[in-house]
């Protein structure tokens, strides 16, 4: 066998060489784009008559072919064809003879990576915004239910408010429309098609660019050549966009652990989505939570080791940009797998309303709501705070808490404090006041849950 390349050497490398360079084991993942984009090539390549109409149908046959072939994985690569484009070729020729030889007319491998790259992006990153869709599907469906549930609010991870356990499940749903707004945006950006650009300079060829991206649905194409080639900087956008995701689904896989717990018992993971110990026989591990939690740290690596490979690397297209694709297909798949597993998880975990009851009923939590009491009243709040303070000191010398302070030793902290101080220690009515926009109050918790259900688009799953 001989290299599609080989005309200006006198010995090819050896076989180990040949596989450091190859990114056939990797970039074989591109197959379906690479071969829509040499069909969208050959198209024009006709259309401007640059090939014959007979030649480019025996291309495009030829290719359809292999088209079929990689749809049943009966394709056989070689890492001495280097990469998906060669192997391609090769195998094109293989199976309509030389005329294969003129697919690669006026274009070059440069652009055409870039082409493959910006196809296989905008089909990921668009099933991962209807990944991110259901997940939020999911959280509102439990929120629904959980509107009038409480548990403590967390500062510090010390108890602070109490708060409804819908508020802080929909705080996810928000981190994750800014993550699906983001995506929504980058693909402005990642629908352009390189194609037609050359190993660098543009062609001799009379192409038509504007067809070819057509042909592929792009929505645009790049105005510089040279750009169209060095251009990575939609692989990284889409690296950084996936690293955020993962670090909100981290903060809610680690909230699912701690939750989880015998000590906060808040929630329960269903069998499905947790593993047991092959030793301690009462295990139930959060593993598919932990997992997500890890994950976090290769999909950010992704993104730093994108970002080192381009920084300082001159124009145009250089060896390094192969290093482009590993960490790409490593956070599609690493975010798709993680979406899927928390669609699972939040929509089949069971919440322990009497636990999280229980947990704000014996609780300084309440402790705001005596100092707003007396700040209402007319105290100014830094002294209302202090004597709250000096209150919840004697209660936890006295081992209980403020609910249990009989009134007369209320009045020797302050006159202000009046009989109807009980009720509005209770949890759920500190929940209730909090009705200010965006607040924890139930009201406004509907209201955000009614928000959220529009932007899903009236939502036709919520609903079931
Ligand atoms: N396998 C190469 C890559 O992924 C394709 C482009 C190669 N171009 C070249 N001139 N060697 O970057």
């Given at each position: 066998?001989?290299k599609?390349?080989?005309?200006r ?20 993942e ?6 829509e ?26 290719l ?6 990689a749809?049943?994985?009966e ?10 484009h ?5 195998l ?19 652009d ?5 790259m ?16 259901e ?32 508020h802080?499940?929909?705080?996810y ?6 993550d ?33 991206a ?22 990284i ?47 139930k ?7 997500v ?10 993104l730093?080791s ?8 001159p ?21 798709t ?19 999280m ?12 709501e ?6 209402a ?11 709250v ?31 109807d101080i ?8 500190a929940?209730?006041?909090r ?9 406004q ?20």
């Amino acid at each position: 066998m001989s290299k599609l390349w080989g005309g200006r050497f006198t010995k090819k490398p050896e076989e180990w060489v040949d596989e450091f360079n190859a990114s056939i084991p990797f970039d074989q993942e591109l197959v379906l784009e690479d071969l829509e984009g040499s069909i969208a090539h050959v198209s024009m390549l006709k259309k401007c008559q640059i090939l014959s109409g007979k030649e480019a149908d025996q291309i495009i046959q030829g290719l359809e072919v292999l088209y079929q072939k990689a749809v049943n994985q009966e394709l056989q690569y070689s890492v001495e064809y280097e990469d998906i484009h060669l192997n391609l070729e090769k195998l094109l020729i293989d199976e309509i003879g030389e005329v294969g030889g003129k697919l690669h007319t006026g274009r070059s491998r440069n652009d055409q990576i870039a082409t493959d790259m910006h196809l296989f992006l905008k089909r990921r990153v668009k099933e991962i915004i209807s990944l991110i869709d259901e997940l939020q599907e999911g959280i509102i469906l439990q929120a629904d239910n959980h509107v009038e549930t409480i548990i403590p609010g967390y500062t510090h991870l010390q108890r602070a408010q109490p708060i409804s356990f819908a508020h802080h499940l929909m705080c996810y749903f928000w981190m994750l429309q800014r993550d699906k707004e983001r995506l929504k945006d980058s693909l402005k950006r990642i629908d352009l098609s390189p194609l037609g650009a050359g190993a660098l300079a543009g062609t001799t060829f009379p192409i038509d660019r504007a067809y070819s991206a057509e042909q592929l649905g792009f929505g645009a194409y790049y105005e510089n050549s040279l750009d169209a080639v060095s251009d990575r900087d939609f692989i990284i956008e889409f690296l950084s966009n996936g690293a955020l995701l993962m670090t909100h689904l981290s903060r809610l896989a680690e909230e699912f652990i701690l939750w989880s717990t015998e000590e906060f018992g808040f929630i329960e993971l269903d069998d499905s989505f947790t593993t047991g110990s092959s030793i301690m026989p009462q295990k139930k591990n959060p593993d598919m939570a932990e997992l997500v939690r890890g994950k976090t740290g290769r999909v950010n690596g992704n993104l730093i080791s994108l970002l080192t490979v381009l920084k300082g690397l001159p124009l145009a297209y250089n060896k390094d940009m192969q290093e482009d694709k590993e960490g790409m297909f490593d956070t599609v798949k690493t975010v798709t797998g993680s979406l899927k597993i928390f669609n699972g998880m939040v929509r089949t975990m069971k919440v322990k309303e009497k636990r999280m009851k229980d947990a704000v009923s014996n609780d300084f939590s309440n402790a705001t709501e005596l100092a707003d009491y007396l700040a209402a009243k007319g105290l100014p709040f830094r002294q209302a705070h202090e004597i709250v303070g000096k209150l919840v000191l004697h209660c936890i010398q006295e081992k209980y808490y403020l609910k249990d302070v009989p009134l007369h030793q209320y009045k020797e902290y302050s006159a202000l404090i009046e009989e109807d101080i009980y009720s509005i220690l209770l949890p759920y009515a500190a929940v209730e006041r909090r009705n200010s926009y965006g607040g924890t109050g139930f009201q406004q918790v509907r209201h955000q849950i009614e928000k959220g259900r529009s932007l899903l688009g009236e939502g036709q799953l919520i609903n079931q």
